[in-house]
Each structure stands twice: as C-alpha cells, then as structure tokens.
C-alpha cells in the first residue's frame, strides 16, 4: 500500500473514531440528564443500549450547588458524573438504580468531590446512608482537603454529621488549611451541629 493510500486510510479510521467519541459523550451526557431528573425509565434504556453507567461528562450549573464547587471551579468547566447529578438533585430512586447497576459509589467529580460528598453538602441523611451502605469512602478528600464531615459541618447538617461519625469518620483530619470539620461548624456559628457532635462524645 502507497504512503498516500495509509494515510488516507488513517484519517478516515481518524474521523470515525472521532464520530463514535462524540456520540457516546453525547449519550453520557443524556444518561446524567436523566438521572438529575430522576427519569428511571430513560435511564434504564441508555444503560440497556450500552452507556456506561460511570462515564463523565460535563457537568450544568444546576448540578453545580456546593459552595465550595463553585469556589474552586474559576470558570473551569466541571466533569462530573450521572450518579453526581442524581444526589445533587436528592433523586434518591436513580441514585438506587445506578447503585444497582453498578455506578461507583467513590467516582469523584473533576473537583474530587465524591457522591458522599454531594450528600453531606445537601444535607440529605438518606441519601447519605444509601452510598454509605455502597460502601462510599467516608474519610475521601476533595482539592481543598474537604471531608465530607468538613463539608457536613460547615452547612451545619446535624444529622448527616452523626451519621458519618457513627460511620467511622475521621473527625480530626484537616483540610488544606488546617482545619476540622468542627473548627468549620465554630467558624461559621452553628450551634446545632456542635451540640450534636458533643451529644457523641463518651462521657
């Protein structure tokens, strides 16, 4: 085969491959959609077709709610995944279904931002115990050095806090500053999570 005739034949192997590329980013991107929604029904028929249930994609600005994400982000475009999107938006029947499926209950964000991590932020405690019981990586930190016991505390989520520490958490870690979660909770005043972490402490 001629140099000419290669090459030629390399590009077009190229642009196909490019085409496949674009379209299952595209179908990733359907199956997040879905999942923030909480469409079930959609969600099984992209995962039946062949999406993979752990793929990334871009993330929107609705599935963008923690502080702390948007801080770090500095206009950079988030990558993020179906089940992300599912507890960001507390749908706790996809967040099922992608479990069941086998989403990865430890894939992170581009931000490293885990699906526990999502949950303690939204302050949803079933949520929480669901990928806790997937086996989700309690003491997993983010760009910042966050738990999510540092991100519980510092949106004053009593109840997830407890069940983290009940959990096994690590309620002395630091974050990138140097701080606990409890040092976040003193910072920003609330008293309902102190008071509850303080109910925990052997007498």
Known sequence: MSSKKAAKKSKKKKGQGDEHSAASAKRAARLCDAAGAGDCGAMERLIDGGVDVNAMTDAKQSDVKNLVEVMSLGGEKMRTTALLSAVAHRQEPAV???????????????????????????????????????????????????????????????????????????????????????????????TAVLERLRSLEPI
């Open 96 to 190: 099922r279904l992608l479990l069941d499926r086998g989403a990865n209950p430890n894939l992170a964000n581009s931000l490293g931002v885990s699906p526990l991590m999502n949950a303690a932020g939204e302050g949803s405690l079933p949520l929480l115990k669901l990928l806790l019981k997937a086996q989700a990586e309690v003491n997993a930190i983010d760009i910042n050095g966050f738990t999510a016991f540092h991100i519980t505390c510092f949106y004053n989520h009593r109840d997830c806090a407890e069940a983290l520490v009940r959990a096994g958490c690590n309620t002395s870690k630091l974050d990138g500053d140097g701080k606990t979660g409890r040092d976040l909770a003193e910072e920003q005043g609330h």
